[in-house]
């Protein structure tokens, strides 16, 4: 089963005047011991994919009402979990991922949600058909 860990970085949440500013980046030490744990995932066949995302003042949202996308640049005043990253992962249960999960070398505050990822077979066979795309698919493995 797949599962994508999101980090929700502590140092990303609360008001301004709480959260790092936009040209926020990891101190070294903390990136050593990230790397250290992404290798140990990776050696162990779990790792699929990871990456960091920067501040949330770097990004903007694009939400929809009435018909109409609207564009927001960040910070976004309702944001109340920032996401700080993700690592894509299989295991063969949720426990598993779990106990992954728990080892990760998070600092105070932060928090890591684990959600399983649809995988075709998880849906109906109607919905399944309607998903499948060839361009997508070739698109999705060209950057794999």
């Known amino acids: ?15 301004k005047e709480k959260r790092v ?6 101190p070294a030490d903390a990136v050593e011991q990230m790397m250290k744990y992404n290798e140990a995932l990776a050696k162990a ?3 699929i994919s990871l990456d960091g995302l920067h501040p949330i003042e770097k990004g903007a949202r694009v939400s929809y009402s009435g018909g109409t996308p609207t564009v927001t640049d960040g910070p976004f005043i309702e944001s109340k979990e920032v996401l700080g990253g993700y690592w894509m992962v299989q295991f063969p249960s949720k426990e598993e991922a779990i106990e992954w999960a ?3 070398p ?25 998903a499948k ?5 070739d698109a999705v493995r060209k950057h794999q």
């Open 133 to 137: 795309n060839r361009i997508v698919e």
């Open 21 to 26: 500013a936009g040209d926020f980046t990891p």
């Open 102 to 104: 728990k080892r990760i």
């Open 106 to 130: 998070a600092a105070e505050g932060d928090t890591v949600e684990i959600r399983q990822v649809f995988e075709m077979t998880d849906w109906p066979e109607e919905a399944a058909n309607a």
């Open 45 to 47: 066949g779990h790792l």
């Open 1 to 15: 089963m797949r599962f994508m860990m999101i980090m929700i970085p502590g140092v990303y949440q609360g008001g």
